[in-house]
């Protein structure tokens, strides 16, 4: 199901939760929503629910303009960071409970309603856990079940609020990846809320950052990752080295360094680049003459504090004999790949 959202705001005393968010979420798609506590997220996939009513703006289902339908109407399977199971039932009746609770027309038989429950068992490969309550699986095994159950009514769309947040890391890990391969099953259409940018770069089809109520990008991990529209995006994404320069004709300067910034207007800019895009190069034009603070070697893996006219920075790279660095030495460094943007941006 193709969701579109159009200009959508919330506002609580003080605070815009949303402040006009504009979204196209294709058919099938797993997409997650990234960003800091407060930027909006949970309001957002409330609102697509159903559970919470925006001040203004709109959310289709498909064709079907769902602004003021009711959660049930809407016919959303969702997910929450605490699982929301049933206590008192067993697995086999928390997945069945969206279909017996349907009414009588809509209702499929006893026959029906254990065949598919059944079939989600085995979807979230937990086939013999039917018979069991809650408080016999551990919590990564709640979260499949909440999940078959979310899956039971095949809801138009899946919206999953920090599904394994309460996990803890190997099992994060595990779940993620079972998860992708479990939407490439499926094709349901799925957000997912994160603040876990690791999360969301590997386990969506595209991430939307967001930022104090607004979309700040949209694009696929690679595309977030390789080209951030803003700093914002650049340093909640990965680690950001920041040096401060001048932009004047299109050309980034600091201390030795000159480098390419068509498009960036005349004035106070910074530099943005990954430790692992920085490369030691020969001293001379364009390179930026740097003292190194500091070095770690862990394997194969080196990471190095350096310091140039001031500012800090961090460099990485993956084969030590390549890279005699020491601490007190002068190097000269160039940058693979950057972003300069305009100070004020
Ligand atoms: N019921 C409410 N009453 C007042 N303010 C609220 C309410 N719900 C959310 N807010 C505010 O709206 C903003 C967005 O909250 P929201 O929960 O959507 O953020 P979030 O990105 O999901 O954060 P988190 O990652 O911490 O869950 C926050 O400033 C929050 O304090």
Same mark, same amino acid.
């Given at each position: 199901?193709?969701?579109?959202?159009?200009? =959508?705001?919330?506002?609580?005393?003080?605070?815009?939760?949303?402040?006009?968010?504009?979204l196209d979420i294709?058919?099938?798609e797993l997409v997650a929503l990234l960003g800091p506590?407060?930027s909006?997220k949970?309001?957002?996939?409330?609102?697509?629910?159903?559970?919470?009513?925006?001040?203004?703006?709109?959310?289709?289902?498909?064709?079907?303009?769902?602004?003021?339908?009711?959660?049930?109407?809407?016919?959303?399977?969702?997910?929450?960071?605490?699982?929301? =199971?049933?206590?008192?039932?067993?697995?086999?009746?928390?997945?069945?409970?969206?279909?017996?609770? $349907?009414?009588?027309? $809509?209702?499929?038989?006893?026959?029906?309603?254990?065949?598919?429950?059944?079939?989600?068992?085995?979807?979230?490969?937990?086939?013999?856990?039917?018979?069991?309550?809650?408080?016999?699986?551990?919590?990564?095994?709640?979260?499949?079940?909440?999940?078959?159950?979310?899956?039971?009514?095949?809801?138009?769309?899946?919206?999953?609020?920090?599904?394994?947040?309460?996990?803890?890391?190997?099992?994060?890990?595990?779940?993620?990846?079972?998860?992708?391969?479990?939407?490439?099953?499926?094709?349901?259409?799925?957000l997912f809320v994160t603040h876990d940018q690791e999360e969301a770069l590997e386990l969506a089809d595209r991430v939307v950052v967001m930022r104090?109520?607004r979309v700040e990008q949209v694009g696929t991990p690679d595309e977030i990752y390789r080209e951030p529209a803003s700093p914002y995006v650049f340093e909640f994404i990965g680690r950001a080295?920041?040096?401060?320069?001048?932009?004047?004709?299109?050309?980034?300067?600091?201390?030795?360094?000159?480098?390419?910034?068509?498009?960036?207007?005349?004035?106070?800019?910074?530099?943005y680049l990954r430790?692992?895009d920085?490369?030691?190069?020969?001293?001379?034009?364009?390179?930026?003459?740097?003292?190194?603070?500091?070095?770690? $070697?862990?394997?194969?893996?080196?990471?190095?504090?350096?310091?140039?006219?001031?500012?800090?920075?961090?460099?990485?790279?993956?084969?030590?004999?390549?890279?005699?660095?020491?601490?007190?030495?002068?190097?000269?460094?160039?940058?693979?790949r950057y972003r300069?943007f305009?100070?004020?941006?």
């Amino acid at each position: 199901m193709q969701l579109t959202i159009s200009s =959508l705001r919330k506002q609580y005393p003080g605070v815009a939760a949303l402040d006009g968010v504009d979204l196209d979420i294709r058919s099938g798609e797993l997409v997650a929503l990234l960003g800091p506590s407060g930027s909006g997220k949970t309001t957002l996939l409330r609102v697509i629910a159903g559970l919470l009513h925006a001040d203004a703006g709109r959310v289709l289902f498909g064709d079907v303009d769902a602004t003021r339908l009711s959660l049930r109407e809407r016919n959303v399977g969702f997910v929450f960071q605490h699982y929301a =199971l049933f206590r008192h039932m067993t697995v086999a009746e928390n997945i069945a409970f969206g279909l017996r609770s $349907r009414p009588r027309k $809509r209702r499929p038989d006893k026959a029906t309603i254990a065949r598919r429950v059944q079939e989600l068992l085995q979807l979230v490969q937990l086939p013999e856990h039917g018979g069991r309550y809650p408080d016999q699986l551990s919590g990564g095994q709640k979260q499949r079940i909440a999940l078959a159950r979310a899956l039971a009514i095949d809801p138009a769309v899946l919206l999953l609020d920090e599904p394994f947040g309460a996990l803890d890391a190997k099992v994060r890990v595990e779940l993620r990846r079972w998860l992708r391969k479990l939407h490439e099953q499926t094709g349901q259409t799925t957000l997912f809320v994160t603040h876990d940018q690791e999360e969301a770069l590997e386990l969506a089809d595209r991430v939307v950052v967001m930022r104090a109520g607004r979309v700040e990008q949209v694009g696929t991990p690679d595309e977030i990752y390789r080209e951030p529209a803003s700093p914002y995006v650049f340093e909640f994404i990965g680690r950001a080295n920041v040096l401060h320069g001048q932009v004047t004709g299109g050309r980034f300067r600091m201390d030795g360094l000159e480098l390419d910034a068509a498009g960036v207007a005349d004035g106070p800019a910074r530099l943005y680049l990954r430790p692992h895009d920085l490369a030691v190069a020969e001293p001379g034009a364009g390179a930026l003459p740097a003292t190194v603070r500091g070095v770690q $070697r862990l394997g194969g893996r080196i990471t190095a504090e350096l310091d140039a006219g001031g500012q800090a920075l961090e460099l990485e790279a993956f084969d030590s004999d390549a890279l005699p660095l020491a601490a007190g030495e002068t190097v000269h460094l160039r940058p693979a790949r950057y972003r300069v943007f305009a100070a004020g941006t």
